[in-house]
């Protein structure tokens, strides 16, 4: 089950993402209007969790876009403001359900859990490149007839190469997606994930590795059959 975040307030981004990962969900953060858009519309999530107050554009203004485009996901807001004209506009505009901060986080969790039942299916939502197929559900990969399980870590960094598959991948962009980006997370626990991951890919008899670019970053390279 994977669940887009959309709060500009670091602490509690990284406190609900660590909240819905210890019960077993994925979570991905951003931290604007615009990206929750991009990022909304280019994977299929089970859920958003999205804050009125954000930058670039506010959480009305995403919902509203994200209807538009047909994205039928289910969304949560997160509003500081307590007047009802808020709540009656959140909904109005296309959101199913609103929480006003602060919330504790059983009610958070009992909103999650509702909303994303209410999806009624669970959806293997995949992201492919060459040989490789990553169930974002699962944090499988697959290549031909084998797969292995990835760690947390290891699947928030592959994720972030197969969404990017041409782009070489800043080390500080890594730490940012698997480690969050006020981690105290360095060069060297990236470098650490690389190489498992590259003994998986191994393992898979993938023609796809992870290239390093010195003081750039890493990206994906395609090698002979
Ligand atoms: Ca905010």
Not at 115 to 131: M, S
């Amino acid at each position: 089950m994977q669940i887009l975040i959309v709060e500009d307030e670091l602490a509690l981004s990284n406190a609900i993402k660590k909240l819905l990962e210890q019960r077993g969900y994925f979570a991905d953060a951003v931290y604007d209007g615009d990206s929750a858009v991009d990022y909304a519309t280019s994977v299929n999530y089970s859920l958003i969790i999205l804050d009125v107050m954000l930058p670039k554009r506010d959480g009305f203004e995403v919902v509203r876009a994200l209807r538009r485009e047909g994205v039928h996901t289910p969304i949560l807001m997160l509003t500081a403001r307590t007047a009802t004209a808020d709540k009656v506009q959140g909904l109005n505009c296309g959101a199913d359900d609103y929480l006003t901060k602060p919330f504790d986080t059983d009610e958070l969790l009992a909103r999650v859990g509702a909303l994303t039942r209410r999806t009624g299916e669970v959806l293997v939502d995949t992201v492919r490149f060459e040989d490789l197929t990553l169930e974002l559900g699962s944090a499988k990969l697959l290549c031909g007839d084998d797969s292995v399980q990835l760690s947390r870590k290891e699947f928030a960094v592959l994720k972030t190469f197969l969404y990017n598959p041409t782009m070489t991948i800043a080390t500080d962009t890594l730490i940012a997606n698997a480690w969050g980006i006020d981690s105290e997370a360095t060069d060297n626990n990236v470098e650490v994930y690389i190489s498992f991951l590259r003994k998986k890919l191994k393992y898979l008899g993938s023609r796809v590795s992870i290239r390093k670019l010195q003081r750039i970053g890493y990206r994906l390279e395609v090698g002979e059959c």
